[in-house]
Nanobody, 126 residues
Framework: QLQASGGGLVQAGGSLRLSCTGS????????MGWFRQAPGKEREFVAA????????YYGDSMQGRFTISAGDAENTVYLQMNSLRPDDTAVYYC?????????????????????WGQGTLVTVSS
């Protein structure tokens, strides 16, 4: 249901924008998030957005560099990544789950998400 795209090779200090698109679904009823997994490491929280798009959380090392946002289309979410560093190299996954409108906080645990994209590789060279 979810497809992540936009990864690639970029030099340190550069930027990339990842996209997450849902097939046949609208993210208006979803909490959305991004995670990443580097070789030999556990999956790591990157960013998350509440269902209403108002509240956004970021991992500590991403704060101030990454931005999660909703696209104009209701089935697209973006992750803008600036000031990329070699340690940002990883496979990036988007994730989502339907959630009640009464839940106002983003979801930061991978176990809280029901749907996952296939991942897109980001490689940052030094």
């Amino acid at each position: 249901q979810l497809q992540a795209s936009g990864g690639g090779l970029v030099q340190a200090g550069g930027s990339l924008r990842l996209s997450c698109t849902g097939s046949g679904i609208s993210f208006s009823e979803y909490a959305m998030g991004w995670f990443r997994q580097a070789p030999g490491k556990e999956r790591e929280f990157v960013a998350a957005m509440s269902r209403d798009g108002v509240t956004k959380y970021y991992g500590d090392s991403m704060q101030g560099r990454f931005t999660i946002s909703a696209g104009d289309a209701e089935n697209t979410v973006y992750l803008q990544m600036n000031s990329l560093r070699p340690d940002d190299t990883a496979v990036y996954y988007c994730a989502g789950r339907t959630i009640s409108r009464t839940v106002l906080s983003p979801l930061t645990l991978s176990s809280e998400y029901a749907y996952w994209g296939q991942g897109t590789l980001v490689t940052v060279s030094s």
